[in-house]
């Protein structure tokens, strides 16, 4: 089972990285890009890194993704005419891959059941990689995660002040 969830989720994320090179509006883009952000997430939950996969949603697919979508808007990107034959023939197939996906979930019930087994904490009772990253992070790693931090702060107020109008 485990094999086969792989497959599909490398696949998703693969043709998801493709549909992200390929779409000329930037807002489509970015939103595939966030497929290929969680499905990668799906893939660390697969390896057993309940943490890193957490750490994607929140800061790739969710913060990265914001900022992604605010530089978008700031440079108020012109995006291309296309025929409208093309985007319907893409919307019934994106319409066509969800539904069947929704479906292999919801009757699939196996993939539920070997995504709860393999959280470590619940099968063996000894912590999992989370606890240790934790106690990793805030006791040996503190000053250098402190800097990180302020630097990406020092960085989003000089982004807010170049992007800040001229009178």
Known sequence: MEQQLFWLWGGIAVISAVMMILKRNPV??????????????????????????AVQVIVYAGAIMVLFLFVIMLLNLE??????????????????AGTGLLLLLLLGGGAVKALRAMAPEQVSGVP??????????????????????????AAIVGALVLAGKRD
């Open 28 to 53: 489509h883009s970015a939103l595939c890009l966030v497929v290929v952000f969680v499905s990668l997430a799906l893939l660390y939950v697969l390896l057993g890194a309940e943490f890193l996969a």
């Open 79 to 96: 995006t291309e005419v296309r025929s409208q034959g093309l985007s319907r023939v893409a919307f019934k197939a994106c319409s066509l």
């Open 128 to 153: 999992g990689n989370t606890q240790a990253v934790a106690e990793l992070l805030f006791t040996k790693y503190l000053l250098p995660f402190e800097v990180t931090s302020i630097l990406l702060l």
